[in-house]
Structures are given as structure tokens and as C-alpha cells.
């Protein structure tokens, strides 16, 4: 079992110090950042794009953890890995070649991520267990920070961690959405090994506490 990682959702930061709120993510020994990308098509919501990553990765060396929330994310894999992202993760639910956008974030150098919405079948990701670094299991519906975890996930989240133990594979599995330390730790102990937090880590009274809380799950 993979050791637990926090990936802190910069969407929670302050949009006109983004720096300075990864800054915080880095100061507290944490490794990864977590950068949502939204379209206002694939989710009802804009976020930012690959020319503020490129100009946070001038002031951060955390690893860039790259949600794609969009329509068409074939399009956008270059852009993002020239701008500095460590690991892309795209959604299954759009159309479009899914397989070979995951090669391609890879011959980029990157760590290659599958996405699923609440409403998407654990069996529509199965295809492409061997062909990804990690699997992120929305426990929201994506767009928006803030919102309730979706306990309804849980028995998904069990069945991609049997089929990651009976295939031996080594992906991580990450959640997103309504992650606190009480959720977490649901997941946790369910296989989930790596935890987006939004709103519950920008808003810790203690931030250091959370993330060492978090270390331990
Ligand atoms: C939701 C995003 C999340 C979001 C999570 O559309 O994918 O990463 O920032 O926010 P919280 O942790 O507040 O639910
Ligand atoms: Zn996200």
C-alpha cells in the first residue's frame, strides 16, 4: 500500500496571490499541488490555464498534480506539460481517443491520471488500469470547491483498489471533493492512498497539524 500523500487543491487559494498560496502548500513540507483546470463546458465553472501554471512553476517546485476538467483535453496536453506539470489526469466521459491522449501526456514526460465523475461506472475506466499512473475518483460532481463528499463512491473506490490488488498494478488512487480528515479516512481505509483537499486545507486553523494528520492515515 502506497504511503499517503495530501495534494492540497489550489481552486481553495487566493486568486490573486496563487504563489504565495502554493507557497504555503511548500513551506509545510508538503510535495504535491493539486491544479484544477476547468472550461466552462465540461464543468459549469473557468478556473485557470497553462499560462498560470507555467508562471507558478517559476516560484514552486511541487509536484504539479494536473486535473483537466475539460471538454477536448487532447488538445491541451502540451500546453500544460511545457507549462510544468508533473502528472495529467483527463476524464473518461468526453469522447475522444482516450488511450492515446494517456501515451501522449507520458512521451511528454508525465505521470498520466484517469478521471470519473460520481455518475460514471468504475467498469468505464477498467481499459485502461495498466495505462495509468494514477486513478482519481471524483467524490463530488467537479466544478466547484466546497461541496458535500459523496459517501455513494465508497463501494467504487473498493472495487478499483481489488482490481489494482488481483492485477498486481501499482496506480495510485486518488479522491476529490469533500475531503476532510474524517473522509480521508474513510477512503483510506477503503485503498485510497493520495487525498485532494480544497477548502478543508485552506481553511485548517492549523495547517500543519492537518498535514501531519493526514501522513498518518
Ligand atoms: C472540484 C475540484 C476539486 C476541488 C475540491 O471540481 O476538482 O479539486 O478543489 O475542493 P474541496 O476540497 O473544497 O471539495
Ligand atoms: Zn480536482
Known sequence: MHAPILAPSLLAGDHANL????????????AWLHLDIMDGHFVPNLSFGPQTVAAL?????????????????????????KAGANQISIHIEPSYAHAETLARIHSLGCKAGIVLNPGTPASAIEPFLDKVDLVLVMTVQPGFGGQSFRRDMLPKIAQ?????????????????????????????????DTFVAGTSFFAAKDRRAFAAAMAKL
Not at 502554493?22 to 508538503?30: D, F, N, S, W, Y
Not at 486535473?67 to 500546453?79: K, N, T, V
Open 19 to 30: 504563489a504565495s498560496s502554493a507557497a504555503i502548500v511548500e513551506q509545510l513540507g508538503i
Open 160 to 192: 478499483i483498489d481489488a482490481w489494482r490488488k488481483e492485477r498486481n498494478l501499482a496506480f495510485r488512487l486518488e479522491v476529490d471533493g469533500g475531503i476532510d480528515l474524517a473522509t480521508a479516512a474513510e477512503c483510506r481505509s477503503l485503498g485510497t
Open 57 to 81: 512553476r517559476k516560484h514552486s517546485k511541487l509536484f504539479f498534480d494536473v486535473h483537466l476538467m475539460l471538454d477536448e483535453p487532447h488538445r491541451y496536453i502540451e500546453p500544460f506539460a
